[in-house]
């Protein structure tokens, strides 16, 4: 489940925070269920659901990287994996973000994680090569 596709109705506008709260909290009855995203606001309520939590923490010069390349070749087009009438941008307010994350989103992360029951798997993936081989993992044990 792609947050962003859910969250971001067309021309880019916020779903009410009311409204999203009660998305994320249906979405999260579900049996089985991988949700993308990284929404703040919503956090807890993911968390307390999960049994597993994967933390994509790669460096800001990957994700920029990326993040450019996405504007790149989906610009002025909605991509595949959004909500229609979103078409993809770049601006400055998100590089930033995506700048300041290690100083200003990851602390905030690391505390709720730190939080979690022991009975919660938390696997932290620091680069796109750890994040091969966990897949890689996850599809060897599925085969066995």
Known sequence: IH??????????TETPKDEWQGTVEELVKG??????????????TRLAASDT??????SKFVCIGRAVKRAITYWNQTRP??????PEKL????????????????PRIEQ???????TVNVVRLNSPRDTEKFLG???SSKDA
């Open 91 to 106: 601006d400055i307010k998100f590089l930033g973000w995506i700048w300041n994350f290690p100083v200003e989103t990851r």
């Open 53 to 58: 939590v994967v933390f994509l923490d790669y």
């Open 31 to 44: 049996d089985r269920w991988i949700i993308d995203g990284n929404f703040g606001g919503t956090m807890d």
């Open 137 to 139: 993992t996850i599809a």
């Open 81 to 86: 994996d959004m909500g229609e009438g979103c």
């Open 112 to 118: 709720r994680l730190s939080e979690l029951p022991s």
């Open 3 to 12: 947050l962003d596709a859910l969250h971001w109705k067309p021309g880019w």
